[in-house]
């Protein structure tokens, strides 16, 4: 079975094409979103998800969120002395929504199509397949987060439509993008976006701003760094979200039973993400100027994306586009249930032949040059674009470059993705090189071909016309041949860390949220706690599942009485 996958920064979602209609799977938890976090104790005990947020407040250094901001670089994360990949840890997130589809079809999924944020470059979108793989799920096509909230967008209402923008702000990442749909063809015109803009970092500065104002911080102060940090930033989203429906939300932290506590207003925190929501205009303008399109043409503001939840994230969309942005596709769950009708695209779903999407390339593709200045100088490593960024996949497209000194015999370049002028700045995906003949400098001409297509491969290809020659490299080549091996060794490893059964994700919940509440209180009411949890662990030993959902569900019910008396 084909599922489409939305593997978010901060949440992860599945859904399948059924019936017609895509169809978003509840994860064990009955919910329709999975945290992207992943927490390993020692002996190999492993949490994914909800749980594993869980145990981010009590366990900061064996808990990992955000590692999709590792994607495609070699950073590694030791988890109770276990070391593991971003690519590792997003395929734990991916087999943990495989086995939601499992548990909820009965069927294992074994292909899945994968999203990925437009702004992704061709090493983040290999590790993400990558991630796929050892997953276990052939990766049968990655699409990007805004084509695929396209998609659910455009199903909802079959006509065709003047261009509009995909608003796209979620944990960690930051997507825009222009999508136009006719006669069934969904064509992106355009991406821009900040891989490095979300949700976290409005947590971060409202961590900053409240750090002053809490008083008693010295406690604070005291705390291990990475604790203190976990602590503060589960605050600050908590925070945030209130703000979204309050004037003013109080910030709270625990520290050693002492609750530290601060009032945030709407107007202080706006005032402090000032310079975040500044940074949303330049993808836009980006995106806007790269496809010649009017702003007043646009028809419509599509949001996506918890953070777009924001009110401050809304007024400044509503003053930078002058209307209200669109609100009929479901922010959290329209890139899932686009991903999914993509798999059913693929798999001939029933009613969806006539959809065909196009999209651009997301960054400029191009070789590193040298050029002489006036002095006659050399300056190497200056960028020469061969495929301009957001030009329409498939395309072909060739430059001639030229030997730089005489008798040279060989014509070496570097193939680069990026918009830097200095290729340093850009990200390397290989290198081609090709004999010349020996001749003065600049008598020799090579023709370099690049060939991008719609699933991210790109092949380049050098033809030497004075000898005839011609090189030619698919880019994936080299390190795909050095990670099939690597695959199955990541996967072996994964196997043996012991991931909590999926029926058992409800009660692990429950204790961590009781855990939580104990935390919290002090005295009376939190000896209580301790012995409600001492009795749902004494249930939970005596394996009968019966018994467990009874204990759970008094001890969920009495939760939920302290909850209901919190003074927030
Ligand atoms: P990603 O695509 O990065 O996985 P999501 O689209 O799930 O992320 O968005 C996650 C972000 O949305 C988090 O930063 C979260 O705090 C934020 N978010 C979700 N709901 C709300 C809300 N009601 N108010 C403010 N922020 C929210
Ligand atoms: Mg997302």
């Known amino acids: 079975m084909l599922v489409g996958i939305d593997l978010g920064t901060t949440n992860s979602a599945v859904a399948i094409w059924r019936d017609g209609a895509p169809q978003l799977v509840p994860n064990a938890l009955g919910k329709e979103l999975t945290p992207s976090a992943v927490s390993i104790a020692k002996g190999g005990q492993t949490w994914v998800g909800e749980a594993a947020l869980d145990r981010m407040a009590t366990h900061p250094a064996d808990t990992v969120t955000s590692f999709k901001r590792m994607m495609g670089t070699a950073a590694t994360v030791t988890l109770a002395g276990t070391t593991l990949t971003p690519e590792d840890l997003s395929a734990m997130v991916l087999r943990s929504l495989a086995d939601d589809v499992e548990a909820f079809t009965g069927e294992r999924p074994t292909a899945a199509v994968i999203t990925v944020p437009a702004y992704f470059n061709e090493r983040q979108r ?22 695929a909230a396209a998609l ?25 993008s222009i999508v136009e749909m006719f006669e069934g063809i969904v064509e992106v015109r355009a991406s821009a976006g900040d891989n490095r803009l979300g949700g976290d970092d409005f947590d971060d500065i409202l961590v900053k701003l409240v750090e002053p104002m809490l008083a008693g911080g010295d406690a604070l102060a005291v705390m291990p760094t990475d604790r203190r940090r976990a602590l503060m930033m589960l605050a600050a989203e908590r925070t945030r979200r209130a703000l979204s429906s309050a004037e003013a939300a109080d910030f709270t ?8 506590t601060a009032r945030v207003t709407t107007e202080a925190f706006e005032e402090a993400a000032a310079g975040l929501v500044k940074r949303l205009r330049d993808p836009v303008i980006r995106a806007l100027r790269d496809c010649h399109i009017d702003v007043k043409t646009l028809s419509d503001i599509v949001l996506v994306g918890g953070a777009t939840r924001m009110p401050v994230v809304r007024k400044a969309l509503t003053r930078m586009f002058g209307r209200f942005p669109n609100a ?14 993509q798999a059913g695209l693929l798999s001939g779903g029933d009613g969806l032949e006539e959809i065909r999407i196009t999209d651009v390339a997301p960054f400029t593709l191009g070789v590193d040059t040298a050029t002489r200045d ?3 100088r050399m300056h190497d490593g200056i960028f020469a674009p061969i495929i301009e960024r957001n030009t329409p996949v498939p395309v072909s497209r060739m430059e001639r470059f030229y030997t730089l000194a005489d008798n040279q015999r060989e014509i070496g370049l570097g ?16 290198e081609i090189s090709a004999p010349v003949p020996p001749r003065p400098a600049g008598e020799v001409m090579v023709e370099v071909r690049f060939t991008y297509d719609t699933s991210g491969l790109l092949e380049v290809d050098v033809t030497v016309p004075a000898t005839g020659l011609t090189r030619n490299l698919v880019i994936v080549d080299e390190e795909d041949r050095r990670s099939k091996k690597d695959i199955e060794a990541r996967r072996k490893l994964l196997e043996k860390l012991k991931v909590h059964p999926r029926d058992e994700a409800e009660n692990v919940a429950m204790l961590a949220r009781a855990e939580r509440a104990y935390e919290g209180f002090t005295g009376h009411v939190r000896e209580f706690i301790g012995r409600a949890l001492t009795e749902f662990q004494g249930a939970l030993e005596k394996q009968d599942p019966r018994i467990i959902a ?16 919190s003074p927030l």
Request: avoid cysteine; glycine fraction near 12%; hydrophobic fraction near 40%.
């Open 328 to 341: 009929t596709v479901h922010p959290d769950h329209a890139v899932a249930l686009g991903a999914a009708i």
């Open 152 to 176: 659910a967008f455009g199903l909802t209402d079959r006509g065709d439509r003047e261009p509009f923008l995909v608003f796209d702000l979620g944990g960690g990442t930051f997507d825009v």
């Open 126 to 147: 290999r590790a993400t397949r990558r991630a796929g793989e050892i997953a276990g799920l052939e990766v049968k096509r990655l699409i990007n987060e805004p084509t």
């Open 253 to 260: 932290v625990v520290v050693d039973d002492t609750p530290l």
């Open 374 to 376: 006036q002095h006659g």
């Open 550 to 565: 009874d204990a759970r569900e008094a001890l969920g019910n009495l939760l939920d009485q302290l909850d209901a008396n």
């Open 415 to 430: 193939i680069y993705q990026g918009e830097a002028r200095d290729v340093k700045h850009n990200v390397k995906l290989g």
